[in-house]
């Protein structure tokens, strides 16, 4: 069984009510119960809480032990995704989470935005889809390198990723050279929770800057335990190593995402830093086109945490602004 687990801010439906329309005030509820048109503002001070969210190979979704929101190892179902459009014409893509107890009954509603929501402003809703959701989610969770990023070849040559091609060789840490079986490209908005992370040049001994997706995660050998992980092998996602300086958010317009898929999970180079391929499961397998996933079947061989089980690092080992610092240290010492 894989168990990997999520991270996404998301606001309380209880906090979301309606102002205008059919379901004028009741508070935002899942897809059944809405309408297009509706008009629905967030709360006076409300923000989004951390909610964890655990795939399992059988498709299903559970709140993970490290969540802020929820109750631990409840069943979360994607309801549907949906479309507001605020006063200034924007749109704004969500998605709607419900969790229910062992009864089967709805213990909570939650509402995911895909970019930054703000309170009382009127969103009106203008899209409810229910066939969708699951693919849109693992655009989400697919961990992406940006356009422009030099990834390391079999032959230790450097190529741009969005000139790779499947059934290209490329040099992986674990298994050696390994060949490519599919490219994703998305573009996503480079707002709130979802922009990218810039790590500066020289931040990890990199040459150049690398600006990957949020929960991407990079993996670090240390040579002497700079962190007090307890292990020499990390996996640390770059998000956690944010500090405004070197490592920083890069918010601003639109973001050309790319993801890498081998036979197997792996760690490969990217602007020479170690960070980890796709990872199939079943947050992220509706992302890839229907005849692969078909032919992939309900279980897929290598792709599991189980490779790299046990490395990821605690982010309270990284709430410090010299984390980045002492991994790179640690790394060359």
Request: aromatic share 6%; charged share 20%; hydrophobic share 40%.
């Amino acid at each position: 069984m894989s168990a990997t687990s999520q991270s996404v801010p998301v606001y309380r439906a209880a906090q979301i009510h309606a102002t205008d329309g059919a379901n004028m005030g009741d508070t935002l509820s899942f897809a059944a119960e809405l309408l297009n048109d509706d008009v629905y503002e967030i709360s006076a001070g409300t923000t989004p809480e951390r909610l964890s969210l655990v795939a399992h190979n059988d498709g299903s979704f559970c709140i993970g032990d490290d969540t802020a929101l929820g109750t631990p190892g409840a069943a979360v179902h994607l309801d549907s995704a949906l479309m507001f459009m605020s006063q200034n014409g924007k749109t704004t893509d969500t998605m709607l989470l419900v969790e229910v107890d062992t009864d089967g009954n709805v213990a909570g509603i939650y509402l995911l935005p895909l970019s930054t929501m703000v309170p009382r402003m009127e969103y009106r809703l203008v899209t409810i889809d229910t066939d969708t959701a699951l693919q849109k989610f693992a655009q989400v969770a697919c961990v992406s390198f940006t356009r422009g990023t030099q990834i390391t070849l079999s032959s230790g040559q450097q190529r741009p990723i969005e000139d790779l091609r499947i059934g290209d060789r490329l040099l992986t840490r674990d298994d050696g050279v390994q060949t490519l079986r599919w490219i994703g490209q998305s573009t996503a908005r480079a707002v709130g929770e979802f922009a990218p992370i810039c790590i500066r040049a020289g931040t990890l001994n990199n040459e150049q800057d690398l600006i990957v997706s949020p929960d991407h995660r990079l993996f670090i050998y240390q040579r002497r335990d700079e962190l007090g992980a307890g292990r020499s092998e990390l996996l640390v996602k770059a998000r956690h190593l944010v500090n405004g300086d070197s490592v920083t958010v890069q918010e601003g317009g639109f973001v050309d995402y790319f993801q890498l898929l081998f036979d197997g999970h792996q760690i490969i180079y990217a602007e020479g830093i170690a960070a980890e391929s796709m990872l199939i499961d079943s947050r992220t397998k509706p992302v890839l086109p229907h005849d692969m996933s078909a032919a992939l079947g309900d279980v897929i061989p290598g792709h599991s945490n189980l490779p790299h089980a046990g490395l990821d690092v605690h982010e309270k080992l990284l709430r410090r602004p010299d984390a980045a610092e002492l991994l790179r240290k640690a790394s060359t010492r």
